[in-house]
């Protein structure tokens, strides 16, 4: 059974960072593509980050802001989040996907909460 787990949210004030972790089981993680997205109330959901094959690539929305990374040997995707501000108010969402010919595999976390408010 396949499990993402976010945590590391919550609220922080504008200018603030905030680092997001998911952790992940149940499937191969050095495989998968890793990434997060973000949801805010009224709008779709969004890309934020993405690591695959040892690069890396991010949203217009956070580039030069977030850094994402991975510690395959603890099944882990980090966001590190700086320069915050409340536009980026939104449930954060870990993703992992995994192309194959024959089937394509794609989970979803639970989302962690991260609202920048003064």
């Known amino acids: 059974q396949v499990q993402l787990v976010e945590s590391g949210g919550g609220l922080v004030q504008p200018g603030g960072s905030l680092r997001l972790s998911c952790q992940a089981s149940?499937?191969?993680?050095?495989?998968?593509?890793m990434s997060w997205y973000r949801q805010a109330p009224g709008k779709e959901r969004e890309l934020v980050a993405t690591?695959?094959?040892?690069?890396?690539n991010y949203a217009d929305s956070m580039k030069g802001r977030s850094l994402i990374s991975r510690d395959n040997a603890k099944n882990t995707v980090y966001l590190q989040m700086n320069s915050l501000k409340p536009e980026d108010t939104a449930v954060y969402y870990c993703?992992?996907?995994?192309?194959?010919?024959?089937?394509?595999?794609?989970?979803w976390g639970q989302g962690t909460q991260v609202t920048v408010s003064s």
């Open positions: 993703n992992a996907k995994f192309r194959s010919p024959l089937r394509n595999y794609d989970y």
């Open positions: 149940g499937l191969p993680f050095s495989n998968y593509a």
């Open positions: 690591s695959a094959g040892g690069n890396t």
